[in-house]
């Protein structure tokens, strides 16, 4: 599964161009733009699933650093700023990393 198969490829390529500048992402934008914040609870998982590279069950700081490039490879990698700044903003019981429930509030809210 790919993350172009929940969300449309424009709108994947317009949330990356808003936030090319270095500590110029907000995760709440992006999910809004990209079209993440209107989804299904169950298309949000999707999501996170592909976003959870080593298969955890969770996004840990290391994945968020990369994860522009999961929407496009062409994309950037987030500073070490705005990865703890997106860790900080959803990690809801401070244990170091997003869980799902943890991304689904975020990217729904």
Known sequence: MSLSSILSADAIATAIKD????????PKKFFQVCGLAKKSPQ???????????DGSGYIEEEELKF???RFSS?????????TK???????????????????QAMALS
Do not use: M
């Open 19 to 26: 936030c090319q500048a270095p500590e110029s992402f907000c």
């Open 43 to 53: 298309d949000v998982k999707k999501v996170f699933s592909i976003l959870d590279n």
């Open 67 to 69: 994860f522009l490039q």
């Open 74 to 82: 062409a994309a950037r990698v987030l500073t070490d700023t705005e």
């Open 85 to 103: 700044a997106f860790l900080n903003a959803a990690d809801d019981d401070s244990d170091g990393r997003i869980g799902v429930e943890e991304f």
